[in-house]
Structures are given as structure tokens and as C-alpha cells.
């Protein structure tokens, strides 16, 4: 194993109770792997922000973690998004996502394009920019290696993930993907467009086929029909279906690392298990940590 191996994850707030418990404990579960940072969701239109709040509160009371909030441009004006990162740098918070968000239909044109808030932050660029003029954080964005739905391609998204690092990110993480070529290409043309930021590949283990189906038609990723076939009759048989998933999600990282990629990381869902299978695959093994009671 490369001493430069390192991961990271991604979690959801949770809506009640019940899936606060299994969050808590999928965070349990992970924090031994020591990963780089863990990010928490900010809801597809900003709907989830003090939800997002009291998670991250938690993680950093209770753990070791570094914590990394979304951010983004939806739903809020400049000076309330900026107000929440100086709250943010306040509590000890040093690494954001920021992202455009996804917009509501009242924010969208007749056209279906993204229309801004009037004080708001139009695009990710103007959102790092903003970010960096408060404090020194760590700013990481998304990249879409087979083009945002909205960018019109993937030389389009290129140029806008060029502005969004010139804006002071310094890491770009992935949409999900699973043709492995498709990031290795991706990876080849942010070389020559002179991107230098870390392109680090966000693996999304399969735990529902079908809610996978609907986050690829989503964001505009590709499903290999080898995938389906994989999964094909496998809706009542959850034990395979799990077995089939690390399988997959092992085969994409290993031919990653093959290819000189040293840093994944995971849209976790909130659950441990395919993740942690995953990372012990990848040659990770827990550390003895001992959470922090508040």
C-alpha cells in the first residue's frame, strides 16, 4: 500500500431520528480509517442548512474528524452564505464544498437555465472567491468528468472548473462514475487545460440499483450496460446485491490505483458497510481513536 493513500467521506444530514442513530454510527464505523476529511451535504436548494449545522457541530464536538460543510450559491445572499463560513471559521471548520447547488424551479428560467439569486453568488467561482476573502480555508469543488447536465459538455464544465481553481480551490472531486476510462480522459484534458489542482474520483458504492439509476439520470452520469447486467435480477437479493457492489466498487479502485490515483472519495449515503469493505480492500486498517464526549 502507497504511503499516499488517503480517502475521504461523504455524508447526508439526517430527518429524523432514526437516521440520525445510523449516521452516527456509520460515522463511528469509518472515523478509524483516519480519512483526510469528512464533508457534509447542504440539500440540493439549501433546505437542509441548519440540519447541516447541528451534524457538523456534532462531528467536530465528538470526534477527531475534520469537517468539510457544503456551501452553496442557492437560496442564500452573499453576506448570509459568507456570514455562515465566518460562523463556520469561528467553530474551528478550515475546509469547505462549495458548490453552485442545484436550483429550484422558481430559480429557473423560462428556458430551464439557473437564474441567481439577485445578491447572490451567480456561479462556484464567485462562491470560492467569497469564501477565501474570509478566511484561509481549504476549498474543494466539483468536477463532472462526463459534463454538468447544464455546461453544455464536458469542454464547457473544463473551463468553469478552471475558473473555480483559479478562484483559490484546491481540489476538485468528481461526480461518481464507473467507466474508469471516462475519469482517466477526464483527468488527461484538466492536465492540458492546465489545471493543476488534485482531481480526486468520487466512487459511489451501489447499495439500491434503482436509486442509482435515478441519481445517474440526475447528474448525467453513464451506466455501462455491463452494470445492468451485473444487477439484473438481483432487487430481492440483497445479499448478493451487496457482495456484487464491493466487487464493483473494488475493481474501479484498484484499476484507479493502477492509473496513479492515490485519493478516492466516497458518497458514503450514510451507510458504512460497502465503504468500509471497500477501504479494507484498498489495504486501510482502523487506528484505536477515542471519541470526544461533549
Known sequence: MSNALAVSFEFFPPGDGA??????????????????????????????RTRTHECVLRILRETDLRVAPHLTCVGASRDEVLGIARQYWRE?????????????????????????????????????????????????????????????????????????????????????????DIFLRYRDRCAAAGIRALLVPGILPITRFPQMLRFAARCGTSVPDWLHRRFDGLDDDSETRCMIAAHVAIEQVQRLR?????????????????????????????????????
Not at 135 to 147: D, K, L, M, R
Not at 266 to 275: C, G, V
Request: hydrophobic letters at 40%; glycine letters at 10%; aromatic letters at 10%.
Open 258 to 294: 493502477r492509473h496513479g490515483v492515490e485519493e478516492f472519495h466516497f458518497y458514503t449515503l450514510n451507510r458504512a458497510e460497502l465503504t468500509y469493505a471497500i477501504c479494507h480492500a484498498m489495504g486501510l486498517r482502523p487506528r484505536a481513536i477515542e471519541a470526544r464526549v461533549a
Open 19 to 48: 437516521m440520525a442513530e445510523q449516521l452516527w454510527e456509520s460515522v463511528q464505523r469509518l472515523a478509524p480509517l483516519q480519512p483526510n476529511f469528512v464533508s457534509v451535504t447542504y440539500g440540493a436548494d439549501g433546505s437542509t
Open 92 to 180: 474551528g471548520v478550515r475546509h469547505l464544498v462549495a458548490l453552485r447547488g442545484d436550483a429550484p424551479a422558481t430559480h429557473l428560467s423560462p428556458e430551464g437555465r439557473y437564474q441567481p439569486e439577485p445578491d447572490g453568488f451567480a456561479f462556484a467561482s464567485d462562491l470560492v472567491r467569497g469564501l477565501t476573502s474570509v478566511g484561509n480555508f481549504e476549498v474543494s469543488v466539483a468536477a463532472f468528468p462526463e459534463g454538468h447536465p447544464e455546461s453544455g459538455g464536458v469542454d464547457a464544465d473544463l473551463e468553469n472548473l478552471k475558473r473555480k481553481i483559479d478562484a483559490g480551490a484546491g481540489r476538485a472531486i468528481t461526480q461518481f462514475f464507473f467507466d474508469t
